[in-house]
């Protein structure tokens, strides 16, 4: 009898921090996003070779940092994923 109600409560629990973990890596994720350089201050820390920190690699992606049409844009390097800086996207005139 006890272990018929004891484990819903465990799945319960479980599924609750589970969820809390992962709401927390998330958010410290975008932290980290939001509290990157900017492009001018990661060239200028860098040079003008534009190698990543991590890995040396010189290819890089974007994305942007609430969403794909996000203004504020994300860059990453390539190969590692690692972080890179971030610059605001400038307005098409439509």
């Not at 009898?1 to 973990?21: G, N, R």
């Not at 975008?30 to 990157?36: D, F, H, S, T």
């Amino acid at each position: 009898m006890a272990w018929e109600m004891a484990f819903p409560i465990v799945l319960i629990l479980t599924l609750f921090i589970s969820a809390f973990i992962v709401l927390t890596k998330h958010q410290a994720h975008m932290k980290a996003q939001r509290n990157l350089p900017d492009r001018s201050d990661y060239l200028a820390a860098v040079g003008n070779d534009r190698a990543c920190k991590k890995c040396g690699a010189t290819e890089t992606a974007e994305h942007g940092l609430n969403g794909g049409e996000d203004n504020v844009r994300i860059v990453t390097c390539a190969s590692c994923q690692a972080l890179l800086y971030q610059f605001k996207r400038e307005q098409t005139a439509d």
